[in-house]
């Protein structure tokens, strides 16, 4: 079973500064994805970034990037330039396909979380 | 609607009872998944749908948890006879699956909020 671990339950950060929040997981696929989601008080889960594990290159989105290390089978996320819309839980998750009923999906499997909190 | 719903936004039972929560995926969208969330915690897979047909229900907890999806949009999980520890946020997500192999990004809904008193 795979297993996902964010290390750090709770991190702040200076508006316009940089955080970076770690996951790392475990795994004995080879093909797998990779994603952080944000969730803001409001509960709505959002997709910030995701990641193919065949790809080499680092994943990027505007103000968010992740530095994958396959090998050590790590997953961070750099926020940069924070803002206070940031504010939030972001899970870090690990996506495998696996074969049910006929079919063939994607099964996502969560961390545990880590609280950001952005001062002013 | 342009997102996933779900209703209702929270909801209050007392042990015992029965409650069924709502979900209407993205239009189009013929995957949908169900998660429950306990406080501090990340989502946990619950069951996961391929139009109208449960694909996979490994993850209901007991025979107490049932989902329906009739006509391959809107799903309904149930819970019977609900207990104290059933107390958590019940997620929704759908996606694409425009082809199989292929990871498509699930979009959630806000939860409901289930609290059994």
């Known amino acids: 079973a795979q297993t996902v671990t964010q290390s750090q339950p709770e991190m702040s950060v200076q508006e316009a500064e940089t955080v970076t929040l770690s996951c790392t997981y475990d795994t004995s696929e080879n093909n797998y994805y990779l994603f952080w989601y944000k969730q803001p008080p409001s509960r709505q889960m959002i997709l910030v970034i995701r990641?193919?594990?065949?790809?080499?290159q680092n994943a990027t989105e505007n103000r968010f990037s992740v530095n994958f290390q396959k090998a050590a089978k790590s997953f961070s996320l750099k926020i940069s330039d924070s803002q206070l819309g940031d504010t939030a839980m972001y899970f870090c998750?690990?996506?495998?396909?696996?074969?049910?009923?006929?079919?063939?999906?994607?099964?996502?499997?969560f961390g545990q979380g880590t609280i950001l909190t952005v001062h002013p | 609607g342009a997102g996933v719903s779900q209703t209702p936004s929270n909801k209050v039972t007392e042990k015992g009872k029965y409650v069924e929560l709502r979900c209407d995926p993205i239009s189009g969208h013929t995957a949908l998944y169900w998660y429950r969330q306990s406080l501090g915690q990340g989502p946990e897979f619950l069951i996961y749908f391929q139009g109208t047909g449960a694909a996979d229900d490994s993850g209901l907890p007991n025979d107490r948890f049932f989902a329906v999806r009739p006509e391959g949009s809107v799903s309904t999980l149930k819970i019977q006879r609900t207990e104290r520890g059933d107390s958590a946020v019940y997620l929704c997500?759908?996606?694409?699956?425009?082809?199989?192999?292929?990871?498509?990004?699930?979009?959630f809904g806000p939860g409901t909020r289930l609290t059994v008193l």
């Open positions: 990641q193919e594990a065949y790809k080499q």
């Open positions: 998750a690990f996506m495998k396909h696996v074969d049910a009923g006929g079919t063939s999906y994607g099964k996502l499997t």
């Open positions: 997500a759908s996606s694409l699956m425009e082809r199989e192999e292929t990871a498509d990004t699930q979009y």
